[in-house]
């Protein structure tokens, strides 16, 4: 049966898909293949962060190991610049899974605030080393090889790239919060001590929850290398990202399906936009920043959770409404 | 490299660590009374350097009697902070939310220093900044003398506040346990608001001898939290104690890995032994075990 939550789902996947044969100005297309890389690594950082509670503000590790996996392989392996460099992808997410779990090793050992902090602690790790190692190329970045698209389709490949991943992050994040692991992640959340007592082994669910996490957000860091072309240490792994992913999910709905795709495509398309809008970058961070407060001060529980309660209260309102009438009646 | 140069790099590290400490003891001040990470420690400090550099261009006024205005202005602009935004943060998400409001607070900052100060480089100068005297030997910059003595009184202060007064009492009580504070008739808000107000103020001292040594600029920021934030960390959150060593202990070491493998290592040894610190004591160094944080 087609019930109608599935179908909202379909028309939001239809319109994805249909946008950029219908707008093709590159300007609003690239806002689109970085607003879907986003919605990706949002949904599938909420996959962890948002289920179990443990905030990682250290996602960048993730994006950066994929970008500079897949730069490295396809330097080392000699790929031509075409469709090629699209299959190592999922390269790229796979070594970024491979780094999470020493990382979540080490991190996941203590409870959450000093979690929070000790991601923070080891993304500068990763970014230091970015920049001091030789074979990262340092300061200098590197570069890929050059993709001889032409300029007016150049967007689509990576749009429907960044599209599939958004999508498979989408479903596996819907198939693990109905799952029975699902379920371990968020007893984990509510009361870490009690679930520890009723059973859930919970050093090694967090870990496994941590490390499937990172794979998306690695492949999102592939494309976006394969996107543009050349990769530095500050830009993939950048602190911004790391807090961004984070507001993304916050905004939207900690915890919820809906809410880091929405959260991510409205935040994203809106910092894409300002940026273009403000060359000023001072004017800028103090937009973003106040509307990041109101946000957190106002919605905390995210804007998903938001209507849908005042869509709650109204129905209840309703409800109130007829039994006064009922009681009139009788 | 010789054993002279380690001893100069010790020393160094423990003069220079000890503006850390005293930045890191009012980030850990926070956190042990009010449960709020606040990120924003890293731009107030670049806030308090920028307030020394604007009254010392603009007016004439010397750094150390600079601090007679920008310590109290920054202990305002803290309780303004804690009062409009951080006394509405509630609900069990407390730690995760304090961490995205300072967080929020401190990109509004960076962007107004940005537009005031623009995004070049700047020092602090006065006479003892380039200047150095000769002690056993070694030449140390006057400044590193002056930033650790200043370290030395605030520190001091701050004990004598903490530990000989009837406020130090309300403090270390709500420290300990806040609930039961309040069950004894202390005003935890007022506590709160005072300490937040408190851990910022000292970041006006750390700015002015961090700009005096370092060129600075708003995004100077991200260097300095996270390094805060490693050495509350490193040290026990909630520590002032541990603060206080790990502050003087990581400047120190960092210092004496840029002599002995060469400065591009110094940062990355930082963060590394943090992380081997933690995977041998979860609760950092002077950190009490932590059973069930909700």
Same mark, same amino acid.
């Given at each position: 049966?087609?019930?109608?939550?599935?179908?909202?789902?379909?028309?939001?996947?239809?319109?994805?898909?249909?946008?950029?044969?219908? +707008?093709?100005?590159?300007?609003?297309?690239?806002?689109?293949?970085?607003?879907?890389?986003?919605?990706?690594?949002?949904?599938?950082?909420?996959?962890?962060?948002?289920?179990?509670?443990?905030?990682?503000?250290?996602?960048? %590790?993730?994006?950066?190991?994929?970008?500079?996996?897949?730069?490295?392989?396809?330097?080392?392996?000699?790929?031509?610049?075409?469709? /090629?460099?699209?299959?190592?992808?999922?390269?790229?997410?796979?070594?970024?899974?491979?780094?999470?779990?020493?990382?979540?090793?080490?991190?996941?050992?203590?409870?959450?605030?000093?979690?929070?902090?000790?991601?923070?602690?080891?993304?500068?790790?990763?970014?230091?080393?970015?920049?001091?190692?030789?074979?990262?190329?340092?300061?200098?970045?590197?570069?890929?090889?050059?993709?001889?698209?032409?300029?007016?389709?150049?967007?689509?490949?990576?749009? =429907?790239?960044?599209?599939?991943?958004?999508?498979?992050?989408?479903? $596996?994040?819907?198939?693990?919060?109905?799952?029975?692991?699902?379920?371990?992640?968020?007893?984990?959340?509510?009361?870490? /001590?009690?679930?520890?007592?009723?059973?859930?082994? %919970?050093?090694?669910?967090?870990?496994?929850?941590?490390?499937?996490?990172?794979?998306?957000?690695?492949?999102?860091?592939?494309?976006?290398?394969?996107?543009?072309?050349?990769?530095?240490?500050?830009?993939?792994?950048?602190?911004?990202?790391?807090?961004?992913?984070?507001?993304?999910?916050?905004?939207?709905? $900690?915890?919820?399906?809906?809410?880091?795709?929405?959260?991510?495509?409205?935040? +994203?398309?809106?910092?894409?936009?300002?940026?273009?809008?403000?060359?000023?970058?001072?004017?800028?961070?103090?937009?973003?920043?106040?509307?990041?407060?109101?946000?957190?001060?106002?919605?905390?529980?995210?804007?998903?959770? =938001?209507?849908? /309660?005042?869509?709650?209260?109204?129905?209840?309102?309703?409800?109130?409404?007829?039994?006064? %009438?009922?009681? +009139?009646?009788? | 490299?010789?054993?002279?140069?380690?001893?100069?790099?010790?020393?160094?590290?423990?003069?220079?660590?000890?503006?850390?400490?005293?930045?890191?003891?009012?980030?850990?001040?926070?956190?042990?009374?009010?449960?709020?990470?606040?990120?924003?420690?890293? @731009?107030?400090?670049?806030?308090?350097?920028?307030?020394? =550099?604007?009254?010392?261009?603009?007016?004439?006024?010397?750094?150390? %009697?600079?601090?007679?205005?920008?310590?109290?202005?920054?202990?305002?602009?803290?309780?303004?902070? +804690?009062?409009?935004?951080?006394?509405?943060?509630?609900?069990?998400?407390?730690?995760?939310?304090?961490?995205?409001?300072?967080?929020?607070?401190?990109?509004?900052?960076?962007?107004?220093?940005?537009?005031?100060?623009?995004?070049?480089?700047?020092?602090?100068?006065?006479?003892?900044?380039?200047?150095?005297?000769?002690?056993?030997?070694?030449?140390?910059?006057?400044?590193?003398?002056?930033?650790?003595?200043?370290?030395?009184?605030?520190?001091?202060?701050?004990?004598?506040?903490?530990?000989?007064?009837?406020?130090?009492?309300?403090?270390?009580?709500?420290?300990?346990?806040?609930?039961?504070?309040?069950?004894?008739?202390?005003?935890?808000?007022?506590?709160?608001?005072?300490?937040?107000?408190?851990?910022?103020?000292?970041?006006?001292?750390?700015?002015?001898?961090?700009?005096?040594?370092?060129?600075?600029?708003?995004?100077?920021?991200?260097?300095?939290?996270?390094?805060? $934030?490693?050495?509350?960390?490193?040290?026990?959150?909630?520590?002032?104690?541990?603060?206080?060593?790990?502050?003087?202990?990581?400047?120190?070491?960092? /210092?004496?890995?840029?002599?002995?493998?060469?400065?591009?290592?110094?940062?990355?040894?930082?963060?590394? @032994?943090?992380?081997?610190?933690?995977?041998?004591?979860?609760?950092?160094?002077?950190?009490?075990?932590?059973?069930?944080?909700?």
């Amino acid at each position: 049966m087609l019930r109608a939550r599935n179908v909202w789902w379909i028309l939001a996947l239809g319109a994805l898909v249909l946008f950029p044969l219908i +707008e093709t100005n590159p300007t609003y297309t690239t806002i689109g293949v970085f607003a879907l890389i986003f919605m990706g690594c949002a949904t599938s950082w909420n996959m962890f962060s948002g289920y179990s509670g443990y905030i990682n503000l250290g996602s960048a %590790v993730s994006y950066g190991v994929g970008a500079y996996t897949l730069t490295l392989l396809a330097d080392h392996l000699h790929v031509p610049g075409n469709g /090629d460099l699209f299959w190592l992808i999922p390269v790229g997410g796979l070594a970024a899974m491979i780094v999470a779990v020493p990382v979540g090793l080490v991190a996941l050992r203590v409870r959450r605030h000093t979690f929070v902090v000790i991601t923070i602690a080891i993304f500068f790790v990763f970014q230091l080393s970015a920049i001091n190692f030789s074979f990262t190329g340092g300061t200098s970045g590197l570069q890929l090889p050059l993709i001889p698209w032409l300029e007016t389709n150049y967007n689509k490949p990576f749009y =429907y790239a960044a599209l599939a991943i958004t999508v498979f992050a989408a479903l $596996l994040s819907a198939a693990v919060r109905r799952s029975r692991f699902g379920l371990q992640l968020l007893a984990i959340r509510d009361d870490e /001590d009690r679930a520890a007592g009723l059973g859930v082994k %919970v050093f090694a669910v967090k870990l496994a929850g941590f490390t499937m996490s990172a794979f998306a957000v690695g492949m999102g860091g592939a494309l976006y290398a394969v996107f543009l072309g050349q990769i530095y240490p500050q830009f993939v792994f950048d602190p911004i990202f790391d807090i961004s992913i984070a507001l993304m999910a916050i905004f939207g709905g $900690l915890g919820t399906l809906t809410g880091p795709l929405l959260g991510a495509l409205v935040l +994203e398309s809106m910092q894409q936009y300002l940026t273009i809008r403000f060359s000023n970058g001072s004017l800028y961070l103090i937009i973003f920043g106040s509307l990041f407060l109101v946000i957190v001060l106002f919605m905390p529980q995210g804007i998903v959770v =938001y209507l849908s /309660d005042w869509r709650s209260r109204r129905a209840a309102q309703r409800v109130e409404g007829a039994r006064v %009438v009922v009681g +009139e009646a009788s | 490299m010789n054993g002279t140069a380690v001893l100069h790099s010790i020393i160094d590290g423990v003069l220079t660590g000890s503006v850390y400490a005293l930045m890191a003891t009012g980030l850990t001040l926070i956190f042990g009374v009010m449960n709020i990470i606040n990120v924003a420690q890293g @731009i107030f400090v670049i806030l308090g350097a920028y307030l020394s =550099y604007a009254l010392s261009v603009h007016l004439g006024i010397d750094l150390f %009697v600079g601090l007679a205005i920008t310590i109290p202005t920054l202990f305002v602009v803290g309780i303004v902070v +804690e009062r409009v935004f951080l006394s509405r943060i509630k609900g069990p998400e407390r730690v995760v939310m304090s961490i995205l409001v300072t967080y929020a607070i401190s990109l509004v900052i960076e962007g107004v220093l940005n537009m005031v100060f623009s995004v070049n480089y700047v020092e602090l100068h006065a006479w003892y900044v380039n200047r150095s005297v000769r002690v056993f030997g070694f030449y140390l910059p006057y400044i590193y003398l002056l930033g650790f003595a200043l370290a030395v009184v605030l520190l001091g202060a701050l004990y004598v506040m903490l530990y000989r007064t009837r406020f130090g009492s309300s403090v270390r009580a709500s420290l300990a346990d806040q609930t039961s504070a309040a069950l004894v008739g202390i005003n935890v808000r007022r506590v709160s608001t005072v300490c937040f107000g408190l851990g910022v103020a000292v970041t006006a001292a750390g700015g002015m001898i961090y700009g005096a040594t370092n060129a600075f600029n708003a995004s100077s920021s991200y260097d300095l939290i996270s390094r805060l $934030l490693v050495i509350i960390v490193l040290g026990g959150m909630g520590s002032i104690g541990g603060a206080l060593i790990a502050g003087i202990m990581m400047i120190t070491i960092e /210092d004496l890995v840029a002599v002995v493998w060469g400065p591009v290592w110094s940062n990355l040894a930082f963060f590394l @032994i943090l992380v081997v610190v933690l995977s041998l004591r979860p609760q950092g160094l002077f950190g009490k075990p932590s059973v069930r944080v909700a």
